[in-house]
């Protein structure tokens, strides 16, 4: 198949004074492209570096990092990040925060042609009409909006997303995941979702790779089979019971505290 | 669109002040040379006006000047410490002995230095006294961005020269500014110091010091009051450029 990210065999260890400090171990993930993995696994198990060495601000010790059918060997204009906390710019408002990407990846660019794209994005995340707000106008949830177009408005052929809904209420989570799908019925992305959520991984995820405990290696992983956009109903359905209780028990072996 | 109530809450603030004063004066009995009451500095203050617009204007621009310069200097020394971590760690220690070395006894030895180079003195004094805190600020800020503003910048293989000009930058102007607030009443007090400490007939701490010379008391006490409005007017030019500049840190409401 043809893969947009392959990880392979990566290892790595943060050098401290103790000696060095394993957190990845010949770890494989394959993404296809347009497609959707969620990566969950126990606090602390290295999904943070994961998320750095995709976007090529960090190398692994061993293994390859290969990013369409090319080695990461330094960072790529090609990659959206979204963090847990959306580090919007308090000086900008929505819109320019949103342009913030084009400016390093297409400087030539007209700027009525960057606000266009801005504008086209916010109203597809439903942010119509806040385009000059600042972010400290907005509310949590919206700002994570805001923060999302700001991942995608470059057309990056991958974006990174570490916990990007971690920190909001479950209704706004729910509503941003449903977005999520909407976004990508109009512009189709491949994605990478690190979560600690187990609904949020079977919902948005096109494959749920389960890592293990420190230092961490694909345990498990499992194929969401169901086209989207998904509607929030399937949250309740047997089969999505089914797959939760198998990665809960996943997530427990990893965290140790059962046998496979 | 004058909001009136902003100016006229402080006004009255000084007149009642003022009031005070000159009831507390007149109630103890004191005579001038023990403190003299607001209503003799005017006098005092037109009899020599001249003068005080002349040494108001030597106060103002060197003060100015050696706060542009500790403005300047305190930026790049906070942008290297704020940026490598073992500058910081070797620049620190010195720049806190620098700072707690007591300025007034180093007036005289750069008095020797640069003999007669009455500007320039005064303006190394202004800056020596106020680049710290800036240069600190600066440092702080820079230290303490969060690793993902960083990140979704470099990510894009941004320079860290851009990361600076877009994000650290910006982002340390609120903290920049609370620092030149501290700074610009050191640097007047800078300017100050040298123009009481050195004879060199150039300032209002010249001034000072002739009345204190002459015994006029209500003279000394309305150089006090012209320091003080002068330092008040630095103040707000600082904050009139903070609000040009970081207003975007200023929540409606406060």
């Known amino acids: 198949m043809d893969n947009l990210i392959d990880i392979k065999g990566v290892t790595h260890a943060y050098k401290t004074k103790a000696g060095p400090f394993p957190v990845l171990r010949d770890l494989n993930i394959s993404i296809p492209q347009h497609s959707f993995c969620a990566v969950v696994g126990p606090s602390g198990c290295g999904k943070s570096t994961l998320t750095r060495l995709i976007a090529g601000l960090m190398f692994p010790d061993q293994g390859e990092v290969w990013l369409h059918g090319e080695l990461v060997k330094s960072p790529r204009k090609t990659v959206g990040m979204a963090f847990q906390n959306p580090v919007l710019l308090e000086w900008r408002t929505i819109l320019q925060n949103v342009i913030l990407p084009l400016e390093i990846v297409a400087p030539m660019m007209p700027k009525a042609q960057k606000e266009a794209r801005a504008r086209e994005l916010l109203a597809m995340v439903g942010l119509e009409g806040f385009e000059g707000k600042r972010p400290s106008e907005l509310s949590g949830g919206m700002r994570q909006r805001a923060s999302l177009c700001r991942a995608l408005v470059h057309k990056p052929d991958i974006i990174i997303l570490d916990e990007p809904f971690g920190a909001l209420d479950a209704f706004t989570r729910e509503d941003l995941w449903q977005t999520m799908h909407q976004l990508r019925a109009n512009e189709p992305f491949t994605a990478l979702l690190i979560t600690h959520d187990l609904r949020e991984s079977v919902y948005l995820g096109d494959q749920v790779v389960v890592l293990s405990g420190r230092p961490a290696t694909t345990q498990y992983v499992m194929s969401v089979d169901i086209p989207g956009p998904r509607p929030l109903e399937m949250l309740y359905e047997p089969d999505t019971v089914e797959r939760l209780a198998v990665l809960r028990r996943e997530i427990q072996i990893a965290q140790g505290r059962a046998v496979a | ?254």
């Not at chain 2, 204007?57 to 310069?69: A, I, K, N, P």
């Not at chain 2, 240069?135 to 990361?163: C, N, Q, W």
């Not at chain 2, 007090?189 to 209500?218: C, K, M, W, Y």
């Open chain 2, 1 to 254: 669109m004058i909001d009136w109530k902003k100016i006229l809450v402080p006004v009255a603030a000084v007149v009642v002040l003022l009031l005070l004063w000159e009831l507390l004066v007149w109630a103890m009995g004191w005579p001038d040379y023990k403190m003299a009451s607001p209503s003799d500095l005017w006098p005092a203050f037109l009899r020599y006006q001249h003068l005080f617009w002349q040494y108001g204007w030597q106060t103002l621009w060197r003060t100015v000047v050696g706060l542009g310069v500790a403005v300047v200097f305190g930026t790049l020394l906070g942008m290297v410490m704020g940026l490598s971590k073992t500058m910081n760690d070797a620049l620190y220690p010195l720049l806190v002995g620098f700072n707690a070395i007591p300025k007034a006894t180093v007036v005289p030895v750069i008095a020797l230095m640069f003999v007669g180079q009455h500007d320039f003195n005064t303006i190394l004094m202004a800056f020596m006294i106020s680049f710290f805190p800036i240069a600190v600020s600066v440092a702080i800020g820079l230290s303490t961005l969060e690793p993902e503003y960083r990140d979704i910048l470099r990510s894009l293989g941004a320079s860290r020269m851009t990361v600076f000009w877009k994000i650290a930058l910006p982002k340390t102007l609120p903290e920049f500014f609370g620092a030149l607030k501290v700074a610009v009443t050191l640097a007047f007090i800078g300017t100050n110091l040298v123009e009481i400490i050195t004879p060199h007939g150039r300032g209002l701490g010249h001034l000072f010091q002739s009345a204190q010379t002459n015994s006029d008391f209500p003279l000394m006490f309305a150089v006090l009051i012209a320091l003080a409005a002068l330092g008040i007017m630095l103040y707000y030019a600082i904050v009139a450029l903070e609000r040009i500049f970081a207003g975007w840190a200023v929540r409606p409401g406060h």
